[in-house]
Structures are given as structure tokens and as C-alpha cells.
């Protein structure tokens, strides 16, 4: 059976070998050592992607099981924050957080950052 793990920079494995998108982190990942742990696996492949949103891995994930066989595969998904969008553009994949840092209010009409 294929473990296929997709997901953000958790499932990738982000800062366990390299900061940032690099497929030595994905031989460090949890998903990888649930692959070596247990035998019904034998083949491995991750797809996860540092700051991707769930439309994106939504997406790449069925876009694999289409062009890859999908039979005998175990699907591993890591979902990621809700707040972080994707969208392609101009044949550009752009992807944005709406990450709003600690908020202190000080009048009930005026928000400082």
C-alpha cells in the first residue's frame, strides 16, 4: 500500500533538515515515521507544501490520485489554519495569510497595533 501524505509545513517538515520547501524535511516528518512504523506501507510519497491553504491541498491532492493510480492508496492529510487563502493568477500561484497580530484596544472607537 502507498502512504500519500499531504498537508502544510507540518506535514512537509518544514525546519527539520531546511527552512522552507526542501524534500530532505519530508524524511524527518511524522508522516514518514508512520510510514517506517508500520509494514502494510511500501511505497512513500508526500506531497505537503510549507503555507498552503486546505483549497490547496484539496486540490493537489485529488489532481494526484488523477494522474498517479489511486488504488491501494492511504491518504494522510494535515489540514492547516482556515485563515490562509490561495488562488492562481496570471498562470501565478499566490498565497496570502490573514494573520492579525495581538490587537489592544484602547478606546472602544480606536484599534491599535
Given at each position: 500500500m502507498k502512504l500519500l501524505a499531504n498537508g502544510c509545513s507540518m506535514t512537509h517538515g518544514q525546519e527539520l533538515v531546511t527552512d522552507g520547501y526542501d524534500p530532505a524535511n519530508t524524511q524527518l516528518c511524522y508522516?514518514?515515521?508512520?510510514?517506517?512504523?508500520y509494514e502494510i506501507f511500501e511505497e512513500y510519497d508526500n506531497?505537503?507544501?510549507?503555507?498552503?491553504?486546505?483549497?490547496?491541498?484539496?486540490?493537489?491532492?485529488?489532481d494526484y490520485l488523477i494522474t498517479?493510480?489511486?488504488?491501494?492508496?492511504?491518504?494522510?492529510?494535515?489540514?492547516t489554519s482556515p485563515i490562509?487563502?490561495?488562488?492562481?493568477?496570471?498562470?501565478?500561484y499566490i498565497r496570502f495569510n490573514i494573520h492579525l497580530s495581538l490587537i489592544h484596544i484602547s478606546e472602544p472607537t480606536r484599534l491599535r497595533r
Open positions: 508522516a514518514k515515521k508512520i510510514f517506517d512504523e506531497i505537503a507544501l510549507p503555507g498552503i491553504s486546505n483549497a490547496h491541498i484539496v486540490e493537489s491532492t485529488i498517479n493510480d489511486p488504488g491501494n492508496t492511504f491518504v494522510l492529510i494535515g489540514w490562509r487563502y490561495s488562488f492562481t493568477h496570471n498562470d501565478h
